[in-house]
Nanobody
């Protein structure tokens, strides 16, 4: 069974930064497409950033230039560095892994963490 556990969320003032982590177990991390998603109250879950097994990344337009996805294969850990945060970034953030294609669409992902809350105050 694949397990994904997020950490690093919290409350921060607008303009601040946070780094989210996702610790994975139960599979070879480098063979999957990995992604970060978020869901704000009353909204659908949306893709934030993805990383292919070859390291190629993709970002939602709303976070380009502010967020950076990365990984440490030796630690089986995925990261999301979040800079210049705004209240619009407030959401529950989830990491996920796909055994098939790599996409910002949630339908591509087979495994999900429980999420970590990010709250940005104005």
């Amino acid at each position: 069974q694949v397990q994904l556990v997020e950490s690093g969320g919290g409350s921060v003032q607008a303009g601040g930064s946070l780094r989210l982590s996702c610790q994975a177990s139960g599979y070879t991390y480098s063979r999957y497409c990995l992604g970060w998603f978020r869901q704000a109250p009353g909204k659908e879950r949306e893709g934030v950033a993805t990383m292919r097994s070859d390291g190629i990344t993709s970002y939602a337009d709303s976070v380009k230039g502010r967020f950076t996805i990365s990984r440490d294969n030796g630690k089986n850990t995925l990261y999301l560095q979040m800079n210049s945060l705004t209240p619009e970034d407030t959401a529950m953030y989830y990491c996920a892994a796909s055994r098939s294609w790599c996409s910002l669409s949630i339908g591509a992902y087979n495994y999900w963490g429980q999420g970590t809350q990010v709250t940005v105050s104005s």
